[in-house]
């Protein structure tokens, strides 16, 4: 029901910043929570950012302080702001987006969006 499309993935220079945006849309259900998931090569998906539909934040704490995640309701959109990139960084970048349709939940994620930070 719900399709998740992000923009704004490429490459980058270490230190640089670079805006990530996904737009969701499809349902006839609001979004709950939205945010960031990532994959680096040979690790697990980690969570880099959750938005809940009030505004509130969690992040992780290798992006603390560097991130910032926002969200427009009107607009089902979803931003990452990224700021003093390392290569660390280098990731699949996901779009993740839920929604409580009953008593449970239901998760839904965008395509993947490369992110290289060169040193």
């Known amino acids: 029901q719900v399709q998740l499309v992000e923009s704004g993935g490429g490459l980058v220079q270490a230190r640089g910043p670079l805006r990530l945006s996904c737009a969701a849309s499809g349902s006839t259900f609001s979004t709950n929570s939205m945010g960031w998931y990532r994959q680096a090569p040979g690790k697990q998906r980690e969570l880099v950012a959750l938005?809940?539909?009030?505004?509130?934040?969690n992040y992780a704490d290798s992006v603390k302080g560097r991130f910032t995640l926002s969200r427009d309701n009107t607009k089902k959109m979803v931003y990452l702001q990224m700021s003093s990139l390392i290569p660390e960084d280098t990731a699949v970048y996901y779009c993740?987006?839920?929604?409580?349709?009953?008593?449970?939940?239901?998760?839904?994620w965008g395509q993947g969006t490369q992110v290289t930070v060169s040193s």
């Open positions: 993740y987006a839920n929604r409580l349709p009953g008593y449970y939940q239901v998760d839904y």
């Open positions: 938005i809940g539909s009030g505004g509130g934040t």
